[in-house]
């Protein structure tokens, strides 16, 4: 093997950024010269004491496929192949980011069938951590293309952003998938950006040392593995096969699912719970290939027809959807069995979730009555230590070794897990963001959030206070080269991972088509201008009316998403802090809120400060929505 190393990001497949000087490094011996060719350019450069190259290329415009070639002066050359130059985006977050097209696949079966699109790739880096300090190059990481063979693996949402910047740009769009579910804005930040927070360096320190973090993944192991097995033990389902067809189900009670568990006998319950249910198929079900689709299901799953198991998933988020093989169903008398373990005491089969056996010929719908009985009792499962969600270990091992590679901005879809912490998110995130523009070296590199869409079914409205901390990711507008999308008509209630990533894609690449590369169309929804916002008497009448101006409101108009016709997400707040509804109505760009309070008591607007929409939403011409909103009544 030879002694010239190139990082795995300059590797086959690559897309270099246009117009920014190209950075090409390595290693080999010291003090070995080294060559690099890109088309008509060529640079020289020397290794140092530690046998590190950096060499740069003048920066030069889209174009491609080129080879580059880096060479030594001992005849050993790496020739990368198939490489493009484009535009290039760091694409970083938490398990919506991460979230592939596999996951939904179901929503847009057309990509199963996509044709292959040099013009889309990305480089995915797999989970990695490290506490000591910046790694210098990646331990895992390669450049694939769109291709029937590859699209599955694609981030959803750095997907539909690359395909709509590539339908915006006509460029090449590269871009660099670096997620984790799960993961804390503090994981992608390094020492220097959270100097301050004493407590968080002090808990990046105690994850540095090798031994107890070793300790806790042992522990991690024991005792996930040692609950599961006392409560496979204690099972009763298993040990006496209620999975089988021929069970008697006389002693079972009587369920309607989809369910809460919170509003039955099962509330509080951890351990594990069987369903049961028998179903007739039509002749063009029976006995063929078929889809069964269980929504999602807290927390752990087996899932067997006719006595066999057709699949299982082991933690609460993913979709069930699972194959039924031919030849396994009938016409009459089936039996679906479900085995369901639940792990924190906060069991559920998830309500407004598709429960049904289907085919491309017919659909058997599965909600209804189910019988259930209890199989196993036990104590909640002692809790996971997620060791790389720990401050500076992503950012470490997945985030700093990009720095050396050029790229037009940062996208960053991340959260969901900040939520409940008692740090100060918007300071935070401003960190972050003057730390990766000190470390890309550039000023003004842009930098593009998804604001958390409407989610009910896990929050705590004490514990989990999701209004306010859209509230502070909408804060970091203040910054001209920051972009935000608004995403409150694009979750789902009831699901942490809602599937409508094509829409946030297409938001993020709107924004980025504003910020870089001059776009002239309509990036965003209305915003309010508070300098226009004021509280009128409504003469004879009684109260006032609150009128407020908006920005980016051409063609604003009220949409039915499924709550009604009616605006009812505008809140006023009085001088005491107290808060009443409001009636609206759009007036061209402007919106009028009717109440019933006096003018001069009038001290706040608020508007979609809650979990989810409660009526209609409200768009512009370019069917981009508004988002939530705090301000002063002047």
């Known amino acids: 093997m030879g002694k010239l190393v190139l990082p795995k990001i300059i590797s086959d497949g690559m897309v270099i950024q246009r117009r920014k000087r190209i950075h090409v490094w390595g290693w080999d011996e010291p003090g070995t010269g080294i060559e690099v060719r890109l088309d008509n350019l060529m640079s020289t450069g020397r290794t140092d004491e530690n046998g590190r190259f950096d060499v ?9 496929p080129y080879e580059l070639i880096v060479s030594d002066d001992r005849d050993e050359e790496i020739a990368v192949k198939d490489v493009m130059i484009g535009i290039v985006w760091f694409c970083t977050g938490q398990s919506n980011m991460e979230l592939p097209i596999t996951r939904v696949k179901d929503r847009y079966p057309a990509l199963a069938h996509i044709e292959e699109n040099p013009g889309i790739r990305t480089f995915k880096i797999l989970e ?26 694609f981030s959803a949402t750095g997907y539909f952003f690359a395909a709509y910047l590539q339908k915006i740009t ?11 579910g799960g993961s804390l804005v503090s994981s992608w930040m390094s020492r220097e950006m959270l100097e301050g927070y004493d407590e968080l360096i002090a808990e990046a320190d105690k994850y540095a040392d090798d031994d107890f973090r070793k300790s806790q993944a042992d522990k991690n192991v024991i005792n996930g593995t040692l609950w599961r097995e006392k409560l496979n033990k204690l099972d009763r389902g298993l040990s006496e096969k209620w999975m089988k067809e021929d069970l008697d189900e006389r002693s079972w009670k009587e369920m309607d699912i989809p369910v809460m568990f919170k509003d039955t006998e099962l509330s509080g319950m951890c351990g594990s719970v069987w369903f049961r249910r028998n179903f007739d198929l039509p002749k063009e079900l029976a006995g063929k290939s078929a889809r069964l689709f269980l929504g999602t299901l807290v927390d752990r799953d087996e899932v067997f027809v006719n006595g066999v198991k057709v699949g299982g998933i082991e933690y609460q988020y993913p979709p069930r959807k699972y194959d039924i093989p031919e030849g396994l169903t009938r016409e009459k008398g089936n039996v679906i069995a479900i085995r369901l373990c639940v792990e924190y005491g906060l069991g559920r089969i998830t309500p407004d979730k598709e429960y049904k056996i289907f085919n491309d010929d017919a659909e058997v719908r599965l909600d209804g009555k189910w019988y259930y009985k209890v199989a196993a009792r036990c104590d909640e499962i002692p809790p996971t230590d997620f060791i790389n969600w720990h401050p500076t270990g992503l950012y470490n091992a997945m985030t700093a070794p990009c720095h050396n590679f050029p790229i037009d901005g940062v996208i960053w879809y991340q ?6 912490e008692p740090w100060d998110y918007t300071d935070l995130s401003k960190r972050m963001i003057k730390g990766y523009r000190d470390k890309w070296g550039e000023e003004n590199l842009p930098y593009i959030l998804v604001q958390l869409p409407n989610f009910v079914i896990d929050v705590e409205p004490v514990d989990d206070p999701w209004p ?3 509230l502070k990711q909408a804060r970091l507008l203040d910054d001209p080269m920051v972009g935000m999308t608004v995403n409150m008509d694009l979750g789902e209630d009831n699901d942490l991972h809602p599937t409508g990533k094509r829409r946030i894609g297409k938001r993020l690449a ?20 508070p300098v226009s916002v004021k509280a009128m008497s409504s003469g004879l009448m009684k109260g006032s009316t609150v009128e407020i101006m908006f920005d980016h409101a051409d063609g604003m108009v009220a949409r039915d998403l499924g709550k009604g016709s009616e605006i009812r997400d505008f809140v006023v707040v009085d001088d005491k802090g107290k808060e009443y509804e409001a009636k609206a109505n759009i007036v061209g760009e402007t919106i009028q809120l009717q109440t019933n309070l006096k003018a ?17 939403m409200i768009y512009n011409k370019a069917n981009l929505p ?8 002047k």
């Not at 790694?135 to 291709?147: C, I, Y």
């Not at 090449?172 to 670096?178: D, L, P």
Request: proline share 4%.
């Open 468 to 470: 306010e901390f859209r």
């Open 128 to 153: 990695d951590t490290d506490f000591h300090g910046p790694l210098e190059e990646l331990r895992s990481g390669s450049w694939s293309r769109v291709s029937r063979d590859t699209i599955m693996d």
């Open 415 to 420: 959260g969901e897990s900040n939520t409940h």
């Open 626 to 633: 508004m988002g939530p909103f705090e301000i002063k009544v």
């Open 600 to 616: 001069e008591k009038i001290k706040k607007v608020k508007y979609l400060v809650s979990y989810t929409y409660n009526g209609a």
């Open 170 to 180: 006509g460029q090449t769009v590269g871009f660099i998938n670096a997620s984790l």
């Open 56 to 64: 740069y290329l003048s920066a030069k415009e889209s174009g491609g």
């Open 510 to 529: 709107l924004w980025a088509a504003h910020l870089r590369y001059g776009y002239a169309g309509e990036y965003t929804g209305p915003t309010p201008i």
